[in-house]
């Protein structure tokens, strides 16, 4: 059987996304989360349907058994409501906590000892709020409600002291001085505590996403800057293609006034233009090139290769322990520099990243030319192993994942199309198809 990894999302469940709007296990509506034991601490913690309809049960029956009230379930109504509500309006849901403690506080009469005002539903209730208080609103307003709650609890321990409030009868001796301290101790500590873990939770969340913005930010700039490397590089070597054709046009220009006989002085006027155009075309190339080329580029400045180098580099894979079977068609004896070049950098990258993702791998690479476009395709099968590889002699290093990014700019460039992806074996396919005009008919149209 088949595993799956732990970074791949779990496939989608309708039922999965039903359970989201019951239980906070997941974004609302979302089918892909998985049962851990953040999710599982969720089914008591804010937006819990389940815990507030427990809750809601348990204060319901405790205020009309043990506290005397018979309109319980208004109150026992705002502490279940508040649980459900914290997960999206936390300081309306504690709003609803103090209701029901006044509530408590007011209207309470209990024969022996019950926990007053707060009671236990109350007090699990107001637990949650605070935590969702301290994840997702701002320090202040959780410190504030907290603040709010510890001075309602003051407020009923002097007021059952000072004999405005009687939640027991007056033949029922009242343990300890009042039932309202240990309860004012109790919630308040424990409402701290739940403050303080929700606003480390919202901390922790604050520094994964910075994290991950950060992250987004760098990736971004790194293939921002890998992109604006390879287009340098390309535009050196399409530098030296154009230079080379260049030189060709002041030579002929220069020499056609001698070479050709009977020649008017009009004709070789314009054959003197030429030249000197051309002389100030290729000195304002030499400048560009040495913007774009670096001191230590010595080796940029030899031929560019073509298809016709495609064997020795298909040889040099082959001693590095990867078999290549290379299949080179007919091609266009007037191919343009740029096409050929393109080939041959397309086979290069594509067999690099054979070496390095999949040494050993059976390797096939056709070029082919058929309705004026050249097709290369580079497909290799599964790896037989993982061991660590070295690039073997003229398939370059792609320690920054030039591979794809280089791929595809020389084939934009030349208004070819490229695509890349995994086969059904288990392999890698890159297939570009390159246009080649018809010089003829670009004469006619010039």
């Not at 502490?79 to 506080?105: D, K, M, N």
């Not at 073509?306 to 001693?319: F, H, M, S, T, Y």
């Not at 050249?374 to 920054?400: C, F, H, K, L, Y």
């Amino acid at each position: 059987m088949k595993s799956r990894s732990k970074a791949e999302p779990a496939p989608y469940s309708p039922v999965r996304a039903v359970i989201t709007y019951l239980i906070p296990a997941g974004p609302v509506g979302s089918g892909t989360w998985r049962w851990r034991f953040v999710t599982t601490l969720a089914l008591f913690g804010p937006g819990s349907v389940p815990f507030a309809v427990i809750l809601f049960l348990t204060e319901n029956d405790a205020l009309r058994a043990n506290y005397g009230i018979g309109w319980a379930a208004l109150p026992a109504a705002a502490t279940g409501i508040a649980v459900v509500l914290a997960r999206f309006r936390p300081v309306e849901a504690w709003v609803l906590i103090l209701a029901s403690f006044a509530a408590t506080l007011l209207s309470a009469q209990v024969e022996n000892w019950e926990p007053w005002p707060l009671t236990t539903p109350n007090l699990l209730a107001a637990i949650v709020v605070l935590f969702a208080l301290g994840r997702d609103r701002r320090a202040w307003i959780g410190a504030v409600s907290w603040f709010s709650y510890f001075l309602a609890g003051a407020y009923a321990v002097w007021a059952s002291n000072a004999g405005l409030f009687t939640p027991q009868p007056a033949m029922a001796p009242l343990p300890n001085g009042s039932l309202a301290s240990d309860n004012l101790v109790l919630g308040t500590l424990l409402g701290a505590l739940a403050f303080l873990i929700g606003f480390t939770v919202r901390i922790w969340r604050q520094g994964r996403m910075r994290v991950a913005e950060e992250e987004q930010v760098a990736e971004a700039e790194r293939h921002q800057r890998r992109l604006l490397e390879e287009r340098t590089r390309i535009a050196r070597e399409l530098h030296d293609i154009v230079a080379h054709h260049m030189s060709v046009i002041t030579v002929q220009s220069s020499t056609a006034e001698y070479r050709l006989a009977d020649l008017s002085e009009e004709a070789k006027a314009e054959f003197r233009s030429i030249s000197d155009q051309a002389r100030e075309s290729l000195a304002e190339m030499r400048r560009l090139l040495g913007v774009l080329r670096s001191e230590d580029e010595a080796g940029a400045r030899a031929p560019q290769p073509g298809p016709e180098a495609l064997q020795g580099l298909a040889e040099a894979v082959e001693r590095a322990g990867t078999p290549v079977s290379l299949r080179v068609g007919e091609l266009p004896e007037d191919l343009p520099e740029t096409v050929a070049l393109t080939v041959f950098r397309v086979v290069q990258e594509a067999l690099s990243n054979v070496v390095r993702h999949a040494p050993g791998a059976a390797t096939d690479a056709a070029i082919g030319f058929a309705d004026g476009r050249v097709t290369v395709a580079v497909v290799n099968g599964p790896a037989p192993t993982r061991p660590a590889s070295r690039e073997p002699a003229g398939v370059e290093p792609d320690s920054q994942g030039l591979g794809l990014v280089g791929m595809r700019e020389r084939v934009a460039l030349d208004g070819g199309t490229l695509e890349t992806g995994p086969t059904a074996e288990g392999g890698f396919r890159v297939h570009a198809v390159l246009p080649v005009e018809d010089r003829s008919s670009v004469e006619e149209s010039l």
